[in-house]
């Protein structure tokens, strides 16, 4: 078996993603400090209407305003680190706390897919569902109904926010109770779309770098 290290130093083991705070409105500018450096980054966007004195209009607002994400290796963080806007990497006492892959890659997927999405109160336990068709098959998540509409909530427990992804309620069904056992959830009362029902989510994709603010691999 490799030593760690020199696993690490040759590639030979992934780097983890981790949360930055930066400054308020630092975030795209982080970005391209990151995308310069050739770092694999995540700024997950969605669309806004603001309102002005004569007009509306619609802009690009970061899901989590105050943070991105970015993988690299946190033994060499200094680099990250001198970015200005950034103001510390999220999470430990000793060394920051990486954010899980499955949350990231759910990220990504709902960026690319580019279904309408809005920031949500955090929500962490419930009832598991697994989208059976389109575009997110296999994906595992929360099923919420507000306002007449269906929502996937997909959540970056580290930072306690949650993201409303829009569905059709006809894509998913209820996962087994081995998977939500596997995922540390409990189940809570009988199916319903009406109901809520919350869980982590698990996809792997890639971003479209231009369009929705993340680099590629």
């Known amino acids: 078996m490799p030593d760690p290290i020199e696993a690490r130093e040759s ?25 310069n450096k050739g770092y694999e980054w995540l700024l997950p966007l969605y669309k806004s209407r603001r309102c002005w004195s004569d007009r509306i209009k619609e802009i690009e607002a970061p899901l989590f ?4 994400f970015c993988r690299f290796d946190i033994y060499d963080r ?17 060394l ?5 892959i499955g949350e990231i890659e759910a990220l990504q997927a709902v960026a690319r897919i580019g279904l309408a999405r809005e920031p949500w109160p955090f929500l962490q336990i ?23 509409r269906h929502r996937l909530i997909l959540s970056v427990t580290l ?16 996962a087994s ?20 029902m919350v869980a982590s989510f698990r996809h792997t994709s890639t971003d479209d770098p231009n369009r929705e603010q993340t680099t590629p691999r």
């Open 177 to 196: 109770a081995a998977q939500a056992v596997r995922s540390g959830l409990s189940q809570a009362g009988p199916t319903g779309y009406a109901a809520s």
């Open 78 to 94: 200094l680099p990250i680190l001198i970015i200005p806007g950034v103001q510390h990497i999220v999470g430990g006492t000793k």
């Open 96 to 100: 920051p706390t990486p954010i899980d």
């Open 11 to 35: 590639g030979m083991v992934e780097n983890p993603w981790f949360a930055l705070s930066v400054k308020s409105r630092y975030e795209k500018i982080v970005a391209n400090f990151l995308d």
């Open 65 to 68: 305003p105050g943070y991105l």
């Open 126 to 148: 419930g009832d598991r569902v697994r989208i059976e068709h389109g575009s997110l098959a296999g994906v595992e998540g929360i099923l919420l109904q507000a306002k007449g």
């Open 159 to 174: 930072l306690q926010r949650s993201v409303a992804v829009d569905i059709d309620s006809a894509w998913v069904s209820r």
